[in-house]
């Protein structure tokens, strides 16, 4: 570990080239890199060569690299006898509209002085260019106070992540030799609450499945056939009610294996975040939590699997009313898993359990989405205690570990693609509006990132 | 009752009279009386004078009755001794379209030779003037061999049949001292199968129920949400799944009050029917009956309640997947009822039921469709028996009472409005086509279907 001397020096060099580093966000953000519009294409390249420039400036071998879709920046330092590590980022922004709800121009980024603090408003400013530039920052500073780049550095800046990442995959296939490292550090979350750091050391997997029950062969008069003919909503709701018991428990046989209770020591950083379920759920006008009982809200989200249904479709739906028996009805449901829950076993309990329901006569169809397991990080890697040392040091609160309800498939892919885990760290409030008009990133957010990357690289040598 | 010499001569008239008949017939199936089209409102009225004119031409008192809507004929007999009978009937008909399904125009009528028999093929052969026709053709017959018409006829014939009967209601109110009779007759009905004659004695009602369940008041992701916030298409799954307990009955409180068994002489009649289940529903691509064990078919289908889900929505229906806890979900009810089971009460116990599945920071809202009770005509009437032995002598099987698994709301009409059961008799085939391209009537059905009212009105005397 670097002695605090050296560690100081950077944090002064970052807090000297503040201003020097807004602007320079500013720049990189002045690039519309929209992805999803082919019409931005250029534009995409130009915000992956500004970024290959910058990196190239800054001593590392950097280079703008093609894919069948938008390309990937990749850029390194020297090896040496220190930890490899990953960075991963992404340059591509969200679409704009509607246009007409932006207070300012979304591609011409601006500092403004609010109630809570300074920000910078832009389309990307939050997700994720803000966020990458703590990196890059990090980095310069890093360099200017040694001298030299830390070394074993890989950088993998990708420009899809907003339009699926089609090309990620087989990139990390193809250069896995040269991407593999000991650990992956994804900057792309956010602050627990309230300026509280934190570690997202678990993520949710998914099951994804659609079913389609078949019972007559057209649509029938329930005049006629109701009370003899099987009705497929019926079926439906049969099914998909008996996936949990009185208690709020998912039924499927064998549908808990793998899922574990919290370590003591997640036990004790969740109970330490004080989680108000009731305010999470007033926010969205709802007051009661549901599922099992005798579990932690916290729990609920982050460490128990889940069975939902998304969607659900079948007979007459227009208005006013029409006595029909359907040919078929229709659903869309969704597992969330933990542990080491096999999502291909519970994509197998799921259909075995609806076929019960269904009547000889009647016919059953499977359709199969996403199946991706549960990313659970191994926390006895020093690097996350070291991690959480230096973000609570950073941000004087003690930082928490903690879990994501839903996925982050960049993460996954690392696991199974490259054999890593990752860190994942991120300053981006809750109220940064991704995805919406007006998105902004608070300054704070982007100082004390970019001095936690300082401390956590010293940490990690 | 007549002497058997008299109906014969009538009879005998009617055979006499076929072909001048469906001349009649083919007059009256050149009018394109459709209701549902304001583009023909000419036409149902020149129908309804058409009517009037025969009817009158044949000794009736009658008139075109203006209402809101399409107008009413109502005709009668002198006052007499006899038991006053209403005639009903409908002179409008469905649309045609689409047109180019048909083998011919569908307003040219013409006789044609089929493996099967004659039939004559035009919209509203069968549904419903040639069946409307067949009472006129036996008054006419009676009145050549008597003399003079049956005493205390009164005739009703609809023009708004198949766009909803808008205006009976208030017709029947309106106009109730001068529409009373002991006894309603409908020709709208067919016979049972194969040429066997039958009375339908019992109609089930029927409650719709529309139900919305209210969780978050917006979307939510399931990965944020999901374990801990309701999903409304669970708790409607589960309300409705409960309807119905492993047995198939319907576990409403007091949803079988009312329900009664077959009286011995039904039960005879519908056993003798040896209905054939498989076989009904091999038709539709089934094969196995569901409801209530230890039922015979018929019985479900007629004689037993039932709770049908006709629709339900809610979520993502589209393409791919969208891992969404949806704010809303929504489903369509019907329950069709039986016995003296009251609709009302249904509903009230529907709506509890599904308020128990209802968390409290949830919300349910009903909206309420139609609510008809059952109806169960009074077979112990005498007209029942001497109509059923009329029709087994004209078609020489025996005619069986029946019921129906749907609703025919001018019966119920009748019954709430007028106060009078009644004799639902009709001579359709189930291949008729009714509402179809190339509907037809058998000539056969045409002929006899005359010749059972010049029985059952000499039975009737």
């Not at 534009?43 to 069948?68: C, H, K």
């Not at 059953?364 to 973000?391: C, N, R, T, Y």
């Amino acid at each position: 570990m670097a002695d605090d001397t050296t560690v100081s020096a950077v944090l002064d060099s970052l807090d000297r080239g503040l201003d020097a580093a807004l602007d320079r966000l500013a720049g990189f953000l002045r690039i519309p890199s929209i992805s999803t519009d082919p019409a931005h294409a250029g534009d995409v390249r130009r915000a992956a060569e500004w970024l290959r420039d910058e990196l190239a400036g800054l001593g590392f071998q950097a280079a703008v690299r093609d894919t069948p879709g938008h390309p990937m920046v990749v850029a390194r330092s020297q090896a040496g006898g220190a930890r490899p590590l990953l960075f991963y980022g992404h340059y591509d922004v969200q679409p704009v509209d509607p246009l007409d709800l932006w207070n300012r121009p979304p591609f011409d980024p601006q500092i403004e002085d609010t109630p809570s603090g300074r920000v910078i408003r832009a389309r990307g400013a939050s997700d994720d260019k803000g966020q990458l530039m703590t990196f890059v920052e990090a980095f310069r500073a890093w360099r200017e106070v040694h001298g030299e780049l830390p070394s074993d550095l890989i950088l993998l800046f990708e420009g899809e992540e907003e339009s699926g990442s089609p090309s990620l995959r087989p990139f990390l296939r193809d250069n896995a030799d040269e991407l593999r490292a000991s650990l992956a550090i994804i900057c792309d979350t956010g602050l627990y609450a309230d300026g509280r750091p934190a570690i997202t050391t678990q993520l949710r997997g998914l099951v994804g499945q659609e079913v389609v029950v078949h019972a007559a062969d057209r649509d029938l008069h329930s005049g006629a056939f109701g009370g003899l003919a099987a009705n497929p909503i019926m079926i439906l709701a049969q099914a998909l009610s008996a996936l949990k018991d009185d208690r709020g428990r998912i039924s499927l046989p064998g549908f808990y294996d793998g899922v574990a209770d919290l370590p003591p020591e997640l036990a004790r950083d969740w109970q330490a975040l004080d989680f108000d379920a009731a305010e999470f759920l007033a926010r969205v006008g709802l007051s009661t939590p549901v599922g099992e009982q005798g579990r932690t809200a916290l729990e609920m989200v982050w460490n128990q699997p889940t069975a939902e249904i998304n969607g659900i479709e079948g007979g007459y739906t227009g208005k006013g009313f029409k006595t029909v028996l359907p040919a078929t009805a229709r659903a869309k449901v969704s597992f969330r898993l933990t542990g080491t829950q096999d999502p291909q076993a519970i994509r197998r309990a799921f259909q075995d359990h609806v076929r019960r329901f269904v009547p000889g006569d009647c016919r059953v169809e499977f359709h199969d989405h996403g199946a991706s397991p549960a990313s659970v990080m191994d926390i006895s890697d020093p690097a996350f205690a070291q991690a959480k040392a230096a973000l609570t040091q950073e941000w004087g609160r003690e930082a928490a570990f903690i879990g994501a309800g839903g996925s982050i498939p960049i993460a996954g892919d690392f696991k199974r693609i490259l054999g890593m885990d990752t860190l994942l760290i991120g300053f981006a409030s809750d109220d940064d509006r991704i995805h919406s008009p007006n998105e902004k990133y608070d300054v704070d957010s982007f100082a004390k990132g970019a001095r936690s990357w300082a401390r956590i690289l010293a940490a990690l040598r």
